[in-house]
């Protein structure tokens, strides 16, 4: 059940809703109406080594733009004998996996409201992908997103999608 707080929150002196994101008062806005207060935000992004890509012969100075230059990327940083993935991410069925995917089913010009459309096929395929070509490790099913990027952060995963 939602319950409209538009009245008790738009003039309160609890907090101020200038200090919020644009984007995190509009997600929990529907028709001018408030229904929830962000209570954190967090924004991703694909980090990677820079360091790891020049050793794989990429240019660090050119990160990858799109889903195939990032498929590209993760197949030339996936290094089997040295136990390193091109990519990490969070694909546990929570809403941490659910979150991390989202970006890519909006990439894709999918919605939450259209799960049966191509758009949203493409944006899991490409996850399905990584790991069915191991370049993203099977852990990543069980990974929450502080395990992805602490993959990242000790050197066995190239690139990681990751937040604050």
Do not use: H
């Amino acid at each position: 059940m939602l319950e409209d707080l538009t009245d008790l929150v738009r003039n309160t002196r609890v907090f101020d809703w200038s200090k919020y994101y644009p984007g995190a008062v509009a997600a929990a806005t529907w028709r001018g109406r408030i229904y929830g207060l962000p209570r954190a935000v967090n924004t991703l992004a694909l980090y990677y080594n820079r360091d790891m890509f020049r050793q794989a012969g990429l240019d660090p100075a050119r990160p990858p733009q799109s889903w195939s230059a990032v498929t590209e990327a993760a197949a030339r940083l996936t290094d089997r004998a040295a136990n390193r993935f091109g990519i990490a991410f969070c694909a546990q069925q929570t809403e941490e996996g659910t979150f991390q995917w989202l970006s890519w089913l909006q990439q894709a010009g999918g919605a939450v409201d259209r799960l049966a459309s191509a758009e949203a096929r493409a944006a899991l395929q490409i996850w399905v992908d990584f790991v069915r070509n191991g370049q993203a490790s099977r852990a990543v099913l069980t990974m929450r997103q502080f395990e992805a990027t602490s993959t990242f952060m000790a050197g066995n995963a190239a690139m990681v999608v990751g937040g604050p």
